[in-house]
């Protein structure tokens, strides 16, 4: 289940460092190259809600070898891609793919370890921070020494490989039968699936700005309208007064901005890197890779820390020094260059991915112990709001690029701001007599 975790988020990362010789390649510009990640994350945020509640209705095993099979077409259509516009369409299904990973791992997990969330969340974290670390020098390695066509080939082959592990090591987790909430599966979708394809087409070469309002506008309405129908339905995908109890709130909105954080620099630093920098691909792969190998080796020692202390205190150290490294990483990008941009960059990633850690763990965890955390249209939704920040930290780099690193880096900063004082708006949860983990 965790290899899967892994895979799925190497799938999301592995083009960012070669976007400049994908752009080149294809004879198109960075600025819309940038939509072979938007829309993987774009397609991907959108269907995790959905793709959670069939997880529950036909069971979670079973979805999750259905997605692995889809990821396998998926990566080798992008292989085979001879324009732009049918890579960003494969790149589309790898994100339709992806989007019932994790909420079928974070509830197999959490069903088949009951009481330990905080360490699975935290093994679940550091999973993520493994597929972290190992998409950027992976996808900027093999674009150098094969061609970037080649990244999709071992994708669609460490597919079928994740997708036998699947098959022969999860224990089976049958689903029970509901009702398909079709109303809130649409409102909720087209109403997701509108803003963010408004927010990512901002950047687009002779966009039309009152068109793209438009669009943000009505997926606002539409989402507006997903609530006020869903309070009215006892049969309800999502439940509003679960997704607005503080515990999950707190979680979801702190991994939204986390994520933003993530996509920014995700994006934004390998270009600058090969860019200005004039980096090879697999050098800035491999000093990006910091980031994500410090999310990977904090994961185990956060969710003791949570354990130990208090998940909202570590939640909250931990977007504080998203804030702070944001605002050194704009700095730096803006200020320093030579060999010791090198040095100070690799610093500041180093804050950048203990943030990370300090973050995704409790955030995880206390999605999962919230009263909405059965439920895996839910955990989607958690999902959904994760991958949602990244998509707009993406679709950020691709709108503000122009103006440096210094006006990319603060703005990521002030959003990540806002997530840090939502922690203290609303009543604390109350510790649960009956469980040995602290509340969020």
């Known amino acids: 289940m965790l290899g899967a975790t892994v895979l799925g988020t190497m799938a999301n990362n592995i083009i960012s460092v070669p976007?400049?010789?994908i752009a080149e390649d294809l004879d198109r510009p960075v600025a819309s190259t940038v939509l072979?990640?938007?829309?993987?994350?774009?397609?991907?945020?959108?269907?995790i809600p959905v793709a959670g509640w069939v997880g529950d209705r036909l069971?979670?095993?079973r979805v999750l070898l259905a997605a692995l099979l889809l990821m396998v077409v998926g990566q080798a259509l992008a292989s085979l891609a001879p324009g732009l516009e049918l890579l960003i369409a494969a790149r589309a299904v790898q994100g339709l793919a992806c989007s019932a990973i994790p909420p079928m791992v974070m509830g197999m997990l959490v069903t088949f370890f009951p009481g330990q969330r905080l360490r699975v969340m935290g093994a679940?974290?550091?999973?993520?921070?493994?597929?972290?670390?190992?998409?950027p020098p992976i996808g900027g390695l093999i674009a150098d020494a094969a061609g970037w066509r080649s990244i999709f080939v071992l994708m669609c082959v460490l597919s079928l490989v994740a997708f036998v592990a699947v098959a022969r090591s999860v224990p089976s987790a049958p689903g029970h039968r509901e009702r398909f909430d079709l109303p809130g599966a649409l409102l909720l979708s087209s109403g997701m699936t509108l803003l963010l394809v408004a927010v990512t087409s901002v950047s687009l070469p002779?966009?039309?700005?009152?068109?793209?309002?438009?669009l943000a506008a009505i997926g606002l309405v539409l989402l507006l309208l997903f609530v006020a129908v869903s309070a009215r339905n006892p049969h309800a995908m999502l439940p509003p007064h679960l997704l607005f109890e503080t515990r999950f709130l707190r979680s979801s909105l702190a991994a939204f901005v986390q994520m933003f954080m993530l996509g920014t620099a995700l994006v934004a630093v390998p270009l600058h890197l090969t860019g200005p920098l004039h980096m090879s691909s697999w050098h800035a792969g491999l000093l990006f890779f910091q980031l994500p190998v410090v999310m990977v080796l904090l994961a185990p020692w956060v969710g003791r820390a949570a354990a130990r202390w208090s998940p909202r205190l570590i939640l909250r150290i931990g977007l504080l020094t998203l804030v702070v490294g944001g605002a050194l990483a704009g700095v730096v990008g803006e200020e320093a260059d030579g060999t010791w941009a090198t040095w100070l960059i690799s610093a500041v990633l180093l804050v950048l991915g203990a943030g990370m850690a300090l973050v995704q763990t409790p955030a995880a965890a206390g999605a999962t112990r919230s009263p909405a955390g059965g439920r895996g249209a839910a955990l989607g939704a958690f999902s959904m709001l994760r991958f949602s920040g990244s998509a707009a930290g993406t679709a950020w780099v691709a709108i503000g690029y122009h103006h440096g690193l210094l006006a990319l880096f603060l703005f990521a900063a002030a959003v990540v701001t806002i997530g840090l004082a939502v922690t203290f708006v609303g009543p604390d949860p109350h510790d649960d007599p009956a469980s040995a983990e602290p509340a969020y």
């Not at 679940?124 to 998409?135: I, P, R, Y």
């Open 19 to 21: 976007l400049n010789t």
């Open 36 to 47: 072979a990640v938007s829309a993987f994350i774009i397609v991907l945020a959108v269907a």
């Open 59 to 61: 069971g979670r095993r």
């Open 124 to 135: 679940w974290a550091a999973a993520n921070g493994a597929g972290q670390a190992l998409g």
């Open 206 to 214: 002779g966009a039309r700005l009152a068109l793209i309002g438009g």
